[in-house]
């Protein structure tokens, strides 16, 4: 299952007329970079900035589940300070919602209930937030925050765009964790190895 639902209060705009192939360009690019052998957090701030120019907003985080399913750590961050962005809740917020609703968000800061989150959003500068859940095999992984200190509309095709690139992010995430568990895996079994061997030896 992918994302199906949006829960947009901002402007809505018409078809605009930009160029198809700029959409497809981007998604050839930032598919050679996930391909490419990095760490999980050159991957994530990389991700982050292609979008942010393409889309010619101002900041983004990449939020990715804990072990425990109760709260998202951060992973990458473009265009902001993460000071007290570092750990959210499962149910907080924007990211919280959605993660509830596996939906597309894009809605205005002052729209959050909880005030106190709503003003420190506020002070960081934000209008406007987008979050898109990363889904892989129907399990959320994490979630992309986007946002913009301005106001800004989007079409289906943007929308559209949006939950393509999150859902490459969330393939090569996920590829990069389970990679890295492998790894970690490999060489906790190459330390009892060398320490059997050790003691064969003595």
């Not at 970079?33 to 010619?56: N, Q, R, T, Y």
């Not at 000071?83 to 894009?106: H, Y």
């Not at 913009?148 to 079409?155: A, K, M, P, S, T």
Request: glycine share 6%; charged share 25%; net charge neutral.
């Amino acid at each position: 299952m992918t994302i199906s639902n949006t829960c947009i209060s901002i402007k809505a705009a018409q078809p605009k007329q930009g160029d198809p192939g700029k959409d497809l360009s981007l998604i050839y690019e930032l598919s050679n970079f996930l391909s490419a052998s990095l760490s999980l957090k050159e991957m994530l701030d990389g991700a982050i900035w292609k979008v942010l120019k393409h889309f010619d907003l101002d900041a983004g985080r990449i939020y990715l589940m804990h072990e425990s399913g109760s709260f998202f750590t951060l992973a990458a961050a473009i265009g902001t300070d993460p000071q007290g962005l570092e750990k959210i809740r499962a149910n907080e917020g924007f990211t919280g919602k959605a993660v509830r609703t596996r939906a597309f968000i894009a809605q205005h800061v002052s729209e959050l209930e909880d005030q106190d989150r709503m003003c420190f959003l506020s002070r960081k500068g934000f209008n406007i937030v987008i979050c898109i859940p990363l889904i892989v095999m129907d399990k959320i992984i994490g979630v992309m925050n986007l946002a913009v200190n301005r106001e800004i509309d989007l079409d289906q095709q943007e929308i559209d765009l949006f939950i393509a690139i999150a859902n490459q992010v969330a393939l090569a995430a996920s590829h990069a964790i389970l990679q890295g568990e492998v790894e970690k895996k490999e060489k906790t079994i190459e330390f009892f190895r060398n320490q059997f061997q050790k003691t064969l030896r003595a």
